[in-house]
């Protein structure tokens, strides 16, 4: 069963915008982890955050996470059309759940040129 | 390419035959998992490996799939009799693990499984 959820399902934005994705998860976890999709690829692994950092960034990426509130959010600062791809949040919780990772079922980003 | 790889990339099988498909992870990575992926959904853990001991297995890994990974290189997935619920995109993934704390996975194009 999937962890959790991501919103929104899908956006649609227009190149050079920002665009903002939200996961929530259900249960404890010791790292969060974004990965894209594109159409025709595999997934590739975008950034990863620990339980204990509240926030990360990475190039154009920045990623929060609160535990409090078991969720986390994706941004893209100044998107591009080759952004366009699914993105998906996976947790994992190493004392529990050993080395799987859990997905949401992802947010469809179209960045329109 | 240095990347995971899988084989084949597609395959078209009619129903209750047996399937096989192959991964090979990066070569210094000493975890390797097994995803399921179907339309509009985002991957579910099948088993992973480490070296070649097989350390977790999902409920959604029916009796009718088994995966092996014999000499902890390469790995082989196998569906018996398979159904049209078995249709999805299979993807492998491969980890250093939790040494050193590195807990990303790398993961290959997927083969896609089509059931008639």
């Known amino acids: 069963s999937q962890q959790g959820e991501e919103d929104p399902q899908a956006l649609s934005i227009q190149e050079g915008e920002n665009a903002t994705m939200n996961c929530s998860y259900k249960t404890s976890i010791n790292n969060l982890q974004w990965y894209r999709q594109n159409s025709g690829r595999g997934l590739v692994h975008l950034i990863l955050?620990?339980?204990?950092?509240r926030e990360k960034h990475s190039g154009r990426l920045r990623v929060t996470l609160d535990t409090s509130k078991k969720s986390s959010s994706l941004l893209i600062t100044a998107s591009r059309a080759a952004d366009t791809a699914s993105y998906f949040c996976?947790?994992?919780?190493?004392?529990?759940?050993?080395?799987?990772?859990?997905f949401g079922e992802g947010t469809q980003l179209t960045v329109n040129p | 390419d240095t990347g995971v790889s899988q084989n084949p990339r597609h395959k078209i099988t009619k129903r209750g035959q047996n399937v096989t498909f192959r991964c090979d992870p990066i070569s210094e990575h000493n975890r390797l998992y097994w995803y399921r992926q179907t339309l509009g959904q985002g991957p579910e853990f099948l088993t992973y490996f480490q070296n070649e001991a097989q350390l977790e297995k999902s409920r959604l890994l029916s009796d009718r799939f088994s995966a092996e990974r014999p000499k902890g290189s390469f790995s082989t997935l196998e569906i018996q009799r398979t159904e049209q619920g078995d249709s999805a995109m299979y993807l492998c993934a491969s980890s250093l693990g939790p040494r050193n704390r590195l807990y990303e996975q790398y993961f290959g194009p997927g083969t896609r499984l089509t059931v008639t």
């Open positions: 955050i620990r339980s204990n950092e």
């Open positions: 996976a947790t994992g919780d190493w004392e529990t759940s050993g080395s799987r990772l859990t």
